[in-house]
Structures are given as C-alpha cells and as structure tokens.
C-alpha cells in the first residue's frame, strides 16, 4: 500500500470517526428525550406534578438530534430527494449536478455556522424560563449541525469526484 492510499485510508476513518461520535452524540439525545418525556408523563398522570424543565429539555434535545442527524443523512446520501430528472442526464451530467448542488449547499451549511455562531453569541447571556440553562446552548445545535453538514458534503464530494467507494 503506497502512501497515497495510506492517506486516502486515514481521511475516511476521520469522517467515520467523527461519523461515529455524531451517531453516539444523538442516540444519547433521544434516550434523554425518551427518559424526560417519560419523567413528565409519569409524574402527570401519576403524582399530578410534571417538572417545569422537562418539555424544554426534551425540546432543546430534540434540535441538536436533529441538526446532527442532519450531516448523518448527508454523508448517507439518505435525504429524501426528487429523482425524476435523473434520466435525463447522463452519468457525467449527474456527476456536475451533484458536484454544483454541494457546493451550493456546503456554502448554505458554512453560513449556518456563521450566523449561528453569531446568535449562540448574542443569546448566550439570557436563559430558557423552564431550565434556566443559556439560550446559547439551544442555538449553538445550528453552528455545530451547520459545521458537521459542511465536513460530510465535503466527504460526500470528495468520494463522487474520486469515485471511491463510500
């Protein structure tokens, strides 16, 4: 194996490995919408008092999974997508398309991490009323899934023009 391929072989373990913690990061967000969701159920139903934090915890969780599984289904090639038109273009014709529709949306997931950066910046200072935690932490789900869809695009491109395998 030359170094090229050693090289090519490190740089999809990164994305894997971050592919991974994504994945981790999220199956850890719905476990604790389930488990809060099912503290606030419980306590409603049983002892007629449901936790003031419960439903904005389960909210603000329930938008970082999705921001994150956002970039999973990037990499997965998963989003849901109208193929109508595929035909139409040849194997190159789809490569260019597919080549312009990710820089197009790795500019739109770059400008998700800036401006999101920008209001994890301005709301930090204030609290959500339920959990009293910063307002930061909610918003900060768009820099973070806005950074993790631009790295997976990447990937994405990279692995169409290189025609490796994914």
């Known amino acids: 194996m030359g170094k090229e391929q050693a090289d090519e072989k490190h ?43 419960s439903e904005e915890i389960a909210r603000v969780l329930m938008v970082w999974m999705s ?17 109508v038109f595929d035909k139409f273009f040849g194997e190159k014709g789809l490569k260019i398309r597919d080549t312009v529709f990710s820089i197009i949306n790795i500019i739109f997931s770059l400008m998700l991490f800036w401006e999101g950066s920008k209001l994890v910046m301005q709301t930090s200072r204030t609290k959500l009323p339920g959990s009293g935690i910063s307002s930061g932490v909610l918003y900060a789900s768009i820099c973070v899934g806005g950074l993790f869809m631009a790295v997976m695009l990447i990937y994405r491109m990279g692995a169409r023009l290189c025609q490796r395998k994914q």
């Open 67 to 83: 921001f994150l599984t956002a970039s999973m289904a990037i990499k997965d090639d998963t989003h849901v997508r109208i193929s």
């Open 11 to 53: 740089g999809i373990k990164f994305f894997e490995g971050i592919y991974k913690v994504i994945e981790c990061v999220s199956a850890l967000c719905l476990c604790g919408q389930v488990v809060i969701i099912s503290i606030a159920v419980i306590g409603r139903y049983i002892f007629s008092y449901t936790p003031t934090w």
